[in-house]
């Protein structure tokens, strides 16, 4: 039996779980940004209710139980919509779990066990840190981690998908059988992984930025309050250590600390932005059609991510605007996590065997 029919189970199920990965986050994101985090007061219900309250008799009881959180039923669904299909997903990857270990136990399969189960960690990590956005009032630090357990749950989905149906770019025999190319490959792979931390780090700068209100901190572009470096806060502005407590619904940091916020984010975006078009560039000089493929890709993904940044600021944080940003962010993770798989799996072809390369 060929390897893709092996793992054939696994792989449309983690390809499902992508997919369904990929509306949570984006559920999430229009949840954070249309302000209906605390939409419902409780957890996991709302108000009490299974789903939300509907009718008027509903929602005086509603407000009875919770005299201090007033019924907005613009807000109460999408958060109800977002536990609902992240509540689904969990059901999902336990299902994966369970796959993985049976068919590696019952058909001596080296399936992806580990992997399969480091996720069903994560997303019950990740229902905790969604419990604690409500019951800690939006707490910075706690919905900016819940963010980063969205995006990595997606990406981990998203590699084992891969893994489950290994492509490995299949390098030929004339360039690499004398391994003369090897050292551009590695050095390929270096600046891959550079550039994911890289890119890491800004989507948490933009959670962080996001958290604390702070996306309209600076209204124009590319200066900032008509100038080229404002006044800044940066000790106000990452100092993890904030009171638990608070609501921190609109944030609570003053103008200058968010102004310090957003700058980091614009810096951020500018070195992921150098990075991803030096890597592109060394795509392209490889010579391989795959490489140049995802030269192209990268940089299509990065006009646009760029884009939609910048129209942030220009047009106050149009809510479609902005949800679309958070999800080209983890497109271009997504990109990223596949070209370093494909770099990570490359192989010499030759006509009697494939031998991997070291």
Request: proline residues 4%; aromatic residues 10%.
């Amino acid at each position: 039996m060929s390897h893709n029919k092996k793992y054939l189970t696994l792989y449309r199920w983690a390809l499902f779980a992508t997919a369904l990965a990929s509306v949570v986050v984006i559920l999430g994101a229009f949840t954070r940004l249309s302000d209906a985090g605390l939409g419902c007061p409780d957890w996991p219900g709302c108000y009490g209710h299974l789903t939300w309250p509907k009718s008027e008799s509903a929602v005086v009881i509603a407000e009875a139980r919770f005299p201090d959180s007033p019924v907005e039923h613009d807000k109460t669904w999408p958060e109800m919509v977002h536990r609902y299909f992240a509540g689904f997903l969990g059901l999902v990857i336990l299902g994966i779990a369970i796959i993985s270990w049976r068919k590696s136990k019952d058909e001596n399969l080296e399936m992806p066990r580990k992997h399969a189960l480091g996720l069903l960690i994560l997303v019950v990590i990740q229902a905790l840190f969604g419990m604690w956005t409500v019951t800690l009032k939006l707490w910075p630090q706690v919905v900016t981690a819940h963010l980063l357990g969205g995006f990595a749950t997606l990406s981990l989905l998203w590699l084992l998908a891969q893994r489950s149906s290994p492509k490995a770019w299949l390098l030929p025999t004339e360039k690499f059988s004398q391994r003369s190319q090897l050292p551009q490959l590695q050095s390929l792979k270096r600046l891959a992984v550079i550039t994911l931390v890289a890119l890491i780090v800004q989507i948490a700068l933009g959670g962080w930025t996001s958290s604390n209100y702070a996306a309209l901190a600076c209204t124009d572009f590319p200066t900032c309050h008509q100038q080229w470096w404002p006044d800044t806060d940066f000790k106000r502005a990452f100092n993890f250590a904030q009171t638990i407590g608070p609501n921190y619904l609109g944030g609570l940091l003053e103008g200058e600390a968010r102004t310090a916020i957003h700058l980091s984010h614009r810096l951020g975006a500018g070195l992921v932005t150098l990075l991803i078009i030096l890597l592109a560039t060394k795509l392209m000089r490889f010579g391989e059609p795959a490489a140049k493929f995802f030269a192209k890709l990268l940089l299509s993904v990065l006009i646009v991510q760029v884009s939609l940044g910048i129209s942030n600021v220009v047009f106050s944080l149009p809510l479609s605007v902005a949800v679309a940003h958070n999800a080209g962010g983890a497109l271009l993770l997504l990109v990223m996590v596949t070209l370093l798989q494909r770099l990570y799996s490359a192989k010499v072809f030759t006509t009697q065997n494939s031998k991997e390369v070291s």
